[in-house]
């Protein structure tokens, strides 16, 4: 059993390594995106292995399915970089829906935590034994409302996490959960309610239609003034024009950003050396209330152990019986999880 891995960095291949010697199976790292011009590389293999800024598109499908490549393993959770519909009949896609909640939770709170306590600002500082303290009052996160748009695993997390500081959590959802709510500290409302009400705003939901710009300017207006914006999940949940509009006009107090909606020609890669043609990104990061780490809320040892063992699993699953728990499927006009089996 033979797996094309693209978009590989040094991260990936120890847990990656392990996990295929213990399964029996060869895996072949590209370090380059898949994409309409590197996917004849998938020429031979039985699958491919795709991240989060890889390209499948109807073009890409079609010449795996030309290639005879029957699966497409995303070693991530999220797969709005895939045409679902184009895929449908073609290839089987399998996912990893689930990691590491604490993560990516934990991220976004060492984001918010960082920002509003000026640690990054500190710490350049006290390395040029600057010891002052002017401009670096932040505030007590106890007591504040934070929104949280999304309560799948993640969210859920972080909704603990925001408990554990003494915070009032609104939560919007479009499918809630209900056992999380306890009506008075935690409570789900409207995503209108949500947006005036709350002090901090954490996105923890996947990328669909009804989810693109979810905080767009329309959104912003309704928001306090003085929002905080915490994105770790996709960037196109979050319109960065509008959101640069409403940082320049103090609507919005600071943006916590661990991704972006035009990241993938950028996040992984060193750019230090290249002037940054994208003038929204170079705006955004040289706004002083606003953080951007490279997609990293997902980094940890823990996580990339069980990302690597779950998608050489499906792997191995899907060809030795024919179907993989983790499947997506296209039917009836949207993606779900493939219950029976049998998807195609």
């Given at each position: 059993?033979?797996?094309?891995?693209?978009?590989?960095?040094?991260?990936?291949?120890?847990?990656?390594?392990?996990?295929?010697?213990?399964?029996?199976?060869?895996?072949?790292?590209?370090?380059?995106?898949?994409?309409?011009?590197?996917?004849?590389?998938?020429?031979?293999?039985?699958?491919?292995?795709?991240?989060?800024?890889?390209?499948?598109?109807?073009?890409?499908?079609?010449?795996?399915?030309?290639?005879?490549?029957?699966?497409?393993?995303?070693?991530?959770?999220?797969?709005?970089?895939?045409?679902?519909?184009?895929?449908?009949?073609?290839?089987?896609?399998?996912?990893?829906?689930?990691?590491?909640?604490?993560?990516?939770?934990?991220?976004?709170?060492?984001?918010?935590?960082?920002?509003?306590?000026?640690?990054?600002?500190?710490?350049?500082?006290?390395?040029?034994?600057?010891?002052?303290?002017?401009?670096?009052?932040?505030?007590?996160?106890?007591?504040?409302?934070?929104?949280?748009?999304?309560?799948?695993?993640?969210?859920?997390?972080?909704?603990?996490?925001?408990?554990?500081?003494?915070?009032?959590?609104?939560?919007?959802?479009?499918?809630?959960?209900?056992?999380?709510?306890?009506?008075?500290?935690?409570?789900?409302?409207?995503?209108?309610?949500?947006?005036?009400?709350?002090?901090?705003?954490?996105?923890?939901?996947?990328?669909?239609?009804?989810?693109?710009?979810?905080?767009?300017?329309?959104?912003?207006?309704?928001?306090?003034?003085?929002?905080?914006?915490?994105?770790?999940?996709?960037?196109?949940?979050?319109?960065?024009e509008a959101l640069l509009k409403a940082i320049k006009s103090r609507k919005v107090?600071?943006?916590?950003?661990?991704?972006?909606?035009?990241?993938?020609?950028?996040?992984?890669?060193?750019?230090?050396?290249?002037?940054?043609?994208?003038?929204?990104?170079?705006?955004?990061?040289?706004?002083?209330?606003?953080?951007?780490?490279?997609?990293?809320?997902?980094?940890?040892?823990?996580?990339?152990?069980?990302?690597?063992?779950?998608?050489?699993?499906?792997?191995?699953?899907?060809?030795?019986?024919?179907?993989?728990?983790?499947?997506?499927?296209?039917?009836?006009?949207?993606?779900?999880?493939?219950?029976?089996?049998?998807?195609?």
């Amino acid at each position: 059993m033979k797996i094309a891995f693209f978009d590989a960095k040094s991260y990936d291949r120890p847990a990656f390594d392990k996990y295929a010697a213990e399964y029996g199976v060869t895996v072949k790292y590209f370090e380059t995106k898949l994409n309409e011009d590197t996917v004849y590389l998938s020429a031979g293999y039985d699958a491919v292995c795709v991240f989060v800024n890889d390209t499948v598109n109807e073009a890409v499908i079609d010449r795996l399915y030309e290639m005879n490549v029957r699966v497409l393993a995303l070693r991530c959770a999220g797969f709005n970089n895939v045409d679902m519909k184009h895929a449908f009949g073609k290839i089987h896609v399998l996912r990893v829906p689930a990691y590491s909640p604490y993560a990516v939770a934990e991220h976004a709170m060492a984001l918010l935590l960082t920002s509003i306590r000026r640690i990054h600002k500190a710490y350049i500082r006290t390395k040029e034994f600057n010891f002052s303290l002017k401009n670096l009052t932040g505030f007590d996160l106890h007591g504040k409302t934070v929104g949280i748009i999304g309560t799948g695993k993640i969210g859920r997390v972080f909704v603990d996490i925001c408990k554990g500081f003494g915070m009032k959590v609104l939560a919007y959802d479009k499918y809630p959960a209900e056992e999380i709510s306890d009506g008075e500290n935690v409570r789900y409302t409207s995503l209108g309610e949500l947006l005036s009400q709350s002090d901090i705003i954490s996105l923890h939901c996947p990328l669909t239609e009804e989810t693109h710009y979810i905080i767009d300017e329309n959104a912003l207006d309704k928001c306090k003034t003085g929002v905080i914006i915490i994105n770790t999940s996709r960037g196109a949940l979050v319109d960065a024009e509008a959101l640069l509009k409403a940082i320049k006009s103090r609507k919005v107090g600071a943006a916590c950003l661990d991704v972006y909606e035009e990241e993938s020609e950028l996040f992984f890669e060193d750019n230090s050396g290249h002037i940054l043609e994208d003038d929204t990104l170079a705006r955004l990061i040289s706004m002083p209330n606003v953080i951007v780490t490279s997609h990293q809320a997902f980094l940890t040892g823990e996580a990339l152990d069980n990302i690597a063992e779950t998608t050489v699993k499906n792997v191995v699953t899907f060809f030795n019986s024919g179907h993989c728990q983790n499947e997506l499927c296209y039917k009836d006009n949207q993606v779900s999880d493939c219950k029976d089996g049998k998807c195609f």
